[in-house]
T-cell receptor
Framework: GQNIDQPTEMTATEGAIVQINCTYQTSGFNGLFWYQQHAGEAPTFLSYNVLDGLEEKGRFSSFLSRSKGYSYLLLKELQMKDSASYLCAVDGGATNKLIFGTGTLLAVQP | DTAVSQTPKYLVTQMGNDKSIKCEQNLGHDTMYWYKQDSKKFLKIMFSYNNKELIINETVPNRFSPKSPDKAHLNLHINSLELGDSAVYFC??????????????FGSGTRLTVV
């Protein structure tokens, strides 16, 4: 089967660093995505990993280990506006169908 | 300019009615999708079209029928609406498979409430 797991909720403090983990089991793998979704809005693309290692993009970094079926999203210098759901998604086949996890709701507190 | 636009943004309707949601993208993408996001925020794919051709059809009741008149449009028609159809429906588009690294671009969603 296909399964993507993330923590349901996390809380962090403004200015701190938070790591959101994602583990996956899929029949195929063409890459892993992270999306940010603010309440009542559309998901927006954050990052894409297809090879093992760390991809850095400003305050956000994403890591992938294909052998472990594991990824994390690292958010540095947290801001209040980072409060949102973070969705892990895997492209598991030839049709580029993204399979989403249930998302992690991050609350950034002052 | 809006890249992926959906209409309507909100839709409240009674059980048993038939309704349509429209989606248009001006990104020149070849592939379009419909996703359903339930109350627990879980996004699940329903359909995908590539150049007007249906390529993904998940286990969705046949009351749901997608239509793609051209590669820039993908509409969703729902017959005999049920309470369980209440959700947010997102349209999305992506470039050719070789450019998947850019991910999907999502529309702003249609919040469907069946009463």
């Amino acid at each position: 089967g296909q399964n993507i797991d993330q923590p349901t909720e996390m809380t962090a403090t403004e200015g701190a660093i938070v790591q959101i983990n994602c583990t996956y089991q899929t029949s195929g793998f063409n890459g892993l995505f992270w999306y940010q979704q603010h309440a009542g809005e559309a998901p927006t693309f954050l990052s894409y990993n297809v090879l093992d290692g760390l991809e850095e993009k400003g305050r956000f970094s994403s890591f992938l280990s294909r052998s472990k079926g594991y990824s994390y999203l690292l958010l540095k210098e947290l801001q209040m506006k980072d409060s949102a759901s973070y969705l892990c998604a895997v492209d598991g086949g030839a049709t580029n169908k993204l399979i989403f996890g249930t998302g992690t709701l991050l609350a950034v507190q002052p | 300019d809006t890249a992926v636009s959906q209409t309507p943004k909100y839709l409240v309707t009674q059980m048993g009615n038939d309704k349509s949601i429209k989606c248009e993208q001006n990104l020149g993408h070849d592939t379009m999708y419909w996703y359903k996001q339930d109350s627990k925020k879980f996004l699940k794919i329903m359909f995908s079209y590539n150049n007007k051709e249906l390529i993904i059809n998940e286990t969705v009741p046949n009351r749901f029928s997608p239509k793609s008149p051209d590669k820039a449009h993908l509409n969703l028609h729902i017959n005999s609406l049920e309470l369980g159809d209440s959700a947010v429906y997102f349209c999305a588009s992506s470039q050719d498979p070789g450019a998947i690294a850019h991910g999907y671009t999502f529309g702003s969603g249609t919040r469907l409430t069946v009463v």
